[in-house]
């Protein structure tokens, strides 16, 4: 069995998976591991993507789509509807997808393109020794020790890889969403719409969303900040679907943290890069991480390859990675990264009046000037009150 390779990918989620196959396609020695026995489950997610984002990647699949989504609606406090088309609605509106199976057949292109594989295989540490990584893991049981040039940490929110190399990912209570979600059966709704409901009432700090998964059943979540809640996100989110959905039938829950911290400093160190939510990739408005993780992956692959040609894995070489996921996903974390501290200070009134402003309107067609008139005409206050939104995010 061979246990030398030029890279080793920690962690088969969608970044992973990518950063193996992109390993793989420029012609490396790539392993892939994964600890848990099934790859893409239990599934913490709530499947949206947007579709442009996922064809950048990946040709769309029937087999993974649970459904096609033609739009957002944003509900205010006081139930404000505003709609969005699937375009203008952010990096988790287009398709929900069938994790499970979707996250599997990533895995399985990346081993098509070259890169092996192993499931139950935990990396638990690792020691740089004459510049090689030796790579500690346990495998079925048994504890085993590979070596590599490189190491992708691709392990997600509670990622370690970060912490053993050094790289300074912390997350404050600030920083982070805790995440509640059901499989929500039997329920009546709208297949191809996403729905989002905003209030400090319902999620501080977050939002609830219902993610429809075809007919009559939907992925059904919280996420709120734990710096602003006074009650377990559960409470909030079953005293939600008790309002809402009173018949629906939970045949799954999930919990988990999304971070929402920002763009890291950097996101690698000598012999290391991390992608995708050990990184920190995800989008502070919406959480959305999948496309981000999978274009963070793409970068790590080809700087991998670009530091195996040069025979120099050094965090200085590495930084080409840094500069890729920067100029492009970083450039999206760091703006929302501010409205989000902006947006989580609004009252409901303010919540209310903006989506006030705004019922009604075609998104796609309101410049910033006509945002500005109607939100003048619908109340000035609101104006003074969210200039900072304007001025930050430009
Ligand atoms: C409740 C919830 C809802 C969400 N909804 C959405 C959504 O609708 N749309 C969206 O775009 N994003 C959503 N996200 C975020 C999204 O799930 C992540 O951003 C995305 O999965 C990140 O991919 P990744 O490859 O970085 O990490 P992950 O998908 O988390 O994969 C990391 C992998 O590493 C493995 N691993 C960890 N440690 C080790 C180790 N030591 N050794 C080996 N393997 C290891 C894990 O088992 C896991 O398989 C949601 C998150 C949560 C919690």
Redesign the pocket.
């Known amino acids: 069995m061979k246990t030398d390779y030029d890279v080793i990918v920690?962690?088969?989620?969608?970044?992973?998976s990518m950063a193996a196959r992109k390993c793989a396609e420029e012609g490396l020695d790539v392993l892939l591991?994964?600890?848990?026995q099934e790859?893409g489950s239990p599934v913490?997610?709530?499947?949206?993507?947007s579709k442009k984002g996922l064809q950048k990647f990946v040709n769309p699949q029937k087999k993974w789509i649970a459904a096609e989504i033609r739009g957002a609606k944003i509900y205010s406090p006081d139930g404000t509807e505003i709609v969005m088309s699937e375009e203008m609605a952010g990096?988790?509106v287009g398709y929900v997808l069938e994790r499970k199976i979707f996250d599997r057949y990533l895995a399985r292109l990346s081993a098509r393109a070259g890169a092996e594989v192993l499931v139950k295989?935990?990396?638990t540490g690792f020691e740089r020794e004459n510049d090689i990584m030796k790579v500690k893991m346990v495998h079925f049981g048994e504890q085993i020790d590979y070596t590599a040039k490189i190491i992708i940490g691709?392990?997600?929110?509670e990622s370690?890889v970060g912490r053993w190399a050094g790289i300074d990912t912390t997350l404050k209570l600030s920083e982070v969403e805790s995440?509640v979600?059901y499989l929500l059966s039997g329920i009546e709704l709208d297949p191809e719409y996403c729905l989002f409901y905003l209030g400090n009432n319902v999620a501080p700090g977050g939002y609830v969303w219902v993610?429809p998964k075809g007919e009559r059943e939907a992925n059904v979540?919280i996420g709120v900040l734990g710096s602003r809640v006074d009650r377990r996100p559960k409470e909030y989110l079953d005293e939600f679907i008790k309002k809402s959905y009173p018949g629906g039938k939970p045949v799954e829950m999930?919990v988990?943290?999304?971070p929402v911290k920002g763009e890291i400093e950097t996101a690698v160190s000598d012999n290391v890069m991390l992608?995708?939510?050990?990184a920190r990739h995800?989008d502070p408005i919406t959480?959305?991480?999948?496309?981000n993780?999978m274009e963070a992956g793409v970068y790590a692959g080809e700087v991998a390859g670009i530091a195996v040609e040069k025979g120099d894995y050094s965090a200085q070489t590495l930084s080409l990675y840094d500069e890729k996921w920067k100029s492009t996903i970083g450039k999206t974390i760091a703006r929302n990264a501010i409205l989000k501290d902006k947006f989580v200070t609004f009252t409901d009134d303010q919540l209310n009046s903006l989506a006030k402003a705004l019922e009604g309107v075609k998104l796609e067609d309101l410049g910033v000037t006509e945002l500005i008139r109607r939100i003048i005409t619908k109340n000035p206050k609101l104006l003074w009150d969210i200039k900072d939104l304007f001025l930050k995010a430009r």
């Open positions: 920690i962690g088969a989620g969608p970044g992973g591991i994964e600890k848990r790859i913490r997610c709530a499947e949206g993507v990096s988790e295989t935990r990396a691709a392990d997600g929110v370690k995440c979600q993610f979540g999930v988990g943290g999304v992608v995708g939510d050990a995800t959480g959305g991480g999948i496309i993780a």
